[in-house]
């Protein structure tokens, strides 16, 4: 089961090297649905946070961004390799979507 702030390899060769990961946004309580909200996590050398709108995370030493403005949907059946989580920055990832989505 995929759970909210799962962090998957970036689904998309793309994009991957300057975003190597997802991480889920979307509550498991949603369901089976065959997409599922994620928002990229760049390297921090090529990403300018939005003020408090990103959240700034470390993995493996490596300075990253979660950019929750950047959400999107994707296949759920794409997120296959999971690295990880990001429940330890819940509060901050909860506090950007709340901003992004009311303001406050």
Do not use: W
């Not at 991480?23 to 309580?29: E, G």
């Not at 408090?52 to 030493?61: D, P, R, T």
């Amino acid at each position: 089961m995929i759970r909210q702030f799962d962090l998957f390899i970036n689904p998309s060769p793309r994009t991957r090297d300057e975003a190597p990961y997802v991480v889920v946004l979307q509550s498991h309580f949603a369901g089976d649905l065959p997409t599922i909200v994620v928002a990229p996590v760049y390297r921090r050398d090529v990403f300018e946070a939005f003020a408090k709108l990103s959240v700034e995370i470390a993995i493996e030493g490596e300075s990253l961004i979660v950019c929750v403005p950047e959400l999107v949907a994707v296949s759920a059946a794409l997120l296959n390799q999971r690295c990880g989580d990001l429940r330890g920055h819940e509060d901050a990832l909860r506090r950007a979507l709340d901003r992004l989505f009311t303001g406050f």
